[in-house]
């Protein structure tokens, strides 16, 4: 989910994400432990891609920055992105949710 919400960032900018996010709320169901227990990376990142596509956003672009861009532990488009956030909240004592900051404070 968080790398999915990076790749909408990265095509369709910050005011897609929030559709994004409402969208995926809506079928919250879907991504239950029962319904993804068999499922795959892909098959997860595809399902996200196309709920991104629900609201506007190109969702082969979301796909194709979910791809992995290398061998080992290279990682997708958002891979870097994903590291700096996490990074930017352990810093300042976030490691589990639901912790939350509104405008870093």
């Known amino acids: 989910m968080h790398e999915a919400s990076l790749a909408v ?3 369709a900018g910050a005011a897609k994400v929030w559709d994004f ?3 995926a709320f809506d079928q919250q169901e879907q991504f239950f432990d029962d319904k993804v227990y068999d499922k ?8 996200l891609a196309d709920i991104a596509g629900t609201v506007g956003v190109d969702s082969s672009a979301v796909r194709d920055r979910l791809n992995m861009i290398g061998d080992g532990n290279a990682g997708n488009s958002v ?4 590291k700096w956030a996490t990074k930017l909240h352990r810093t300042r004592g976030v490691h589990v949710t639901p912790t939350v ?5």
């Not at 891979?79 to 994903?82: A, E, G, K, R, S």
């Not at 900051?101 to 404070?105: A, K, T």
């Open 9 to 11: 960032l990265d095509v």
């Open 21 to 23: 996010y409402a969208a």
């Open 40 to 47: 795959t990376r892909r098959e997860i990142y595809t399902q």
């Open 79 to 82: 891979t870097q992105q994903m």
């Open 101 to 105: 900051y509104l405008n870093y404070l």
